[in-house]
């Protein structure tokens, strides 16, 4: 590690192969915790490379528990993190938004790094119990069209930095790596990023992957689609910026989205969501972030048929009812 660090120091950038040997060796102990975050607090100041990050995500992939569900086609949607906002859970909310929409949802989350909630809080906060079994995953999506997978049950490398990334409580290199390493390997991904560049360096590591995906930056700096600013949306063949009125919603602020103080006032946030009692910003910032999922899974339809579709989702119920079946089939 030694002789790696003193690479990156010089503003030097590893290989593919460099990347995906450091973090094996980090999955199984061989580095301390000073050098793992040595290693964490260079690329906090300095941009990671495809390459490194392509690394990285082999090394993650190649160790995870093995689990099976690409007869579902399954969609996650899903932020870097770091983006400093303490928003409520957006992705989580929104995910079972898809669901209540009729489209089948793999997510892929973990505790809260950066903020006081994260999509494993929110699931504990509710009494579901978390699983690597591939018959409860497969029959929690055949009732409900929607699983969870916790990141430490799956990748040992999520699992031993989990301490070490909770102490910096800083955004660090593994909040990207998260959302290119669902060991489902979903078939369509919405990605939300914090910044231009890693708006850049997902899409052209999407690419490489073959994966049908929309990657999303709201221009303020969150990494979902906030409605506090003009969004860019990139995919495979296109890229756009919208404004929130240009698809019928209003501006809000950064207190509209607040996720509250503690992990039961973000769970409550989420709860009023699915209830149709939410703030408006609250319920159309889960509106437009699930309306541009489904536009990745059918790119056929409009950007107003998707978001009429996530309404309806949620002002009918349907959420609602898929979370209630998730709950019961996952407590």
Same mark, same amino acid.
């Given at each position: 590690?030694?002789?790696?660090?003193?690479?990156?120091?010089?503003?030097?950038?590893?290989?593919?192969?460099?990347?995906?040997?450091?973090?094996?060796?980090?999955?199984?102990?061989?580095?301390?915790?000073?050098?793992?975050?040595?290693?964490?607090?260079?690329?906090?100041?300095?941009?990671?490379?495809?390459?490194?990050?392509?690394?990285?995500?082999?090394?993650?992939?190649?160790?995870?528990?093995?689990?099976?569900?690409?007869?579902?086609?399954?969609?996650?949607?899903?932020?870097?993190?770091?983006?400093?906002?303490?928003?409520?859970?957006?992705?989580?909310?929104?995910?079972?938004?898809?669901?209540?929409?009729?489209?089948?949802?793999?997510? !892929?989350?973990?505790?809260?790094?950066?903020?006081?909630?994260?999509?494993?809080?929110?699931?504990?906060? !509710?009494?579901?119990?978390?699983?690597?079994?591939?018959?409860?995953?497969?029959?929690?999506?055949?009732?409900?069209?929607?699983?969870?997978? !916790?990141?430490?049950?799956?990748?040992?490398?999520?699992?031993?930095?989990?301490?070490?990334?909770?102490?910096?409580?800083?955004?660090?290199?593994?909040?990207?790596?998260?959302?290119?390493?669902?060991?489902?390997?979903?078939?369509?991904?919405?990605?939300?990023?914090?910044?231009?560049?890693?708006?850049?360096?997902?899409?052209?590591?999407?690419?490489?992957?073959?994966?049908?995906?929309?990657?999303?930056?709201?221009?303020?700096?969150?990494?979902?689609?906030?409605?506090?600013?003009?969004?860019?949306?990139?995919?495979?063949?296109?890229?756009?910026?919208?404004?929130?009125?240009?698809?019928?919603?209003?501006?809000?602020?950064?207190?509209?989205?607040?996720?509250?103080?503690?992990?039961?006032?973000?769970?409550?946030?989420?709860?009023?969501?699915?209830?149709?009692?939410?703030?408006?910003?609250?319920?159309?910032?889960?509106?437009?972030?699930?309306?541009?999922?489904?536009?990745?899974?059918?790119?056929?339809?409009?950007?107003?048929?998707?978001?009429?579709?996530?309404?309806?989702?949620?002002?009918?119920?349907?959420?609602?009812?898929?979370?209630?079946?998730?709950?019961?089939?996952?407590?």
């Amino acid at each position: 590690m030694k002789n790696i660090l003193y690479k990156l120091f010089e503003h030097k950038y590893l290989s593919r192969e460099e990347a995906k040997e450091i973090l094996q060796n980090i999955a199984t102990g061989k580095y301390n915790d000073a050098q793992v975050a040595s290693l964490i607090t260079v690329f906090l100041m300095r941009n990671i490379s495809v390459e490194e990050i392509l690394g990285f995500t082999d090394a993650l992939l190649e160790m995870r528990v093995q689990v099976d569900l690409s007869e579902y086609k399954p969609m996650d949607i899903v932020g870097t993190g770091g983006d400093g906002k303490n928003t409520f859970n957006i992705s989580t909310t929104s995910c079972f938004a898809l669901a209540g929409a009729g489209y089948n949802v793999v997510k !892929h989350g973990n505790y809260g790094a950066t903020s006081v909630s994260g999509a494993s809080n929110v699931m504990e906060q !509710h009494g579901v119990k978390f699983t690597a079994d591939t018959d409860k995953l497969k029959r929690s999506i055949d009732n409900c069209n929607m699983a969870y997978l !916790h990141a430490p049950l799956f990748s040992p490398a999520m699992k031993a930095v989990a301490p070490i990334r909770k102490s910096l409580g800083v955004r660090t290199f593994f909040n990207m790596l998260g959302p290119l390493a669902n060991p489902v390997m979903p078939t369509y991904q919405l990605l939300g990023v914090y910044n231009l560049p890693l708006l850049r360096l997902y899409s052209y590591t999407f690419q490489e992957s073959g994966s049908k995906f929309s990657v999303v930056h709201s221009m303020d700096g969150y990494d979902e689609i906030s409605l506090t600013d003009d969004f860019k949306v990139v995919d495979s063949s296109s890229e756009k910026i919208y404004t929130p009125e240009s698809l019928g919603f209003k501006r809000y602020t950064e207190a509209d989205l607040y996720g509250g103080d503690t992990p039961e006032e973000a769970a409550g946030i989420f709860d009023n969501i699915l209830n149709n009692k939410a703030t408006e910003a609250q319920k159309n910032c889960v509106i437009v972030n699930t309306a541009f999922a489904i536009q990745v899974i059918c790119p056929e339809k409009s950007i107003e048929e998707c978001i009429a579709e996530a309404r309806e989702s949620l002002e009918s119920g349907k959420a609602l009812a898929k979370f209630k079946q998730f709950v019961e089939l996952n407590s």
